[in-house]
């Protein structure tokens, strides 16, 4: 076994899903694959078609928190426009994860940065 097997595998498998999930009317995502000489080994997540799985998601990892409604809401931050796409309910610090629209990359909030550039 090795990397370019591994790949070729990723992309027959993720093309043989296909009909399945227009079958069930379910998606499938593939995670990392990990190989040795042995075996491959990978997960795959499963979520209805049409189901924003990161939105149910955050949700559910927030439901108890006051940002629990919060997901998608835009923010302006550091002259870039922010969107919280993410709730890491086991960081006590930084739980709030957001997307910026331009740089296409995520940061970490408090909850009290959060409460106040939400306020503005």
């Given at each position: 076994?090795?990397?370019?097997?591994?790949?070729?595998?990723?992309?027959?498998?993720?093309?043989?899903?296909?009909?399945v999930?227009?079958?069930?009317?379910?998606?499938?995502?593939l995670?990392?694959?990990?190989?040795?000489?042995?075996?491959?080994?990978?997960?795959?997540?499963?979520?209805?078609?049409?189901?924003?799985?990161?939105?149910?998601?955050?949700?559910?990892?927030?439901?108890?928190?006051?940002?629990?409604?919060?997901?998608?809401?835009?923010?302006?931050?550091?002259?870039?426009?922010?969107?919280?796409?993410?709730?890491?309910?086991?960081?006590?610090?930084?739980?709030?994860?957001?997307?910026?629209?331009?740089?296409?990359?995520?940061?970490?909030?408090?909850?009290?940065?959060?409460?106040?550039?939400?306020?503005?």
């Open positions: 076994m090795n990397r370019q097997l591994c790949k070729t595998l990723r992309t027959d498998i993720e093309n043989a899903l296909k009909s999930e227009s079958k069930h009317g379910v998606q499938f995502k995670g990392a694959m990990r190989f040795d000489d042995v075996e491959i080994n990978f997960k795959v997540n499963t979520v209805h078609a049409g189901d924003d799985g990161e939105k149910s998601k955050f949700e559910k990892d927030a439901r108890f928190t006051p940002f629990a409604n919060m997901y998608g809401r835009e923010f302006t931050h550091s002259f870039d426009t922010w969107k919280i796409v993410g709730y890491s309910p086991r960081s006590t610090k930084y739980p709030i994860i957001a997307e910026s629209a331009s740089l296409n990359k995520k940061m970490k909030f408090t909850p009290d940065i959060l409460r106040l550039l939400i306020e503005k």
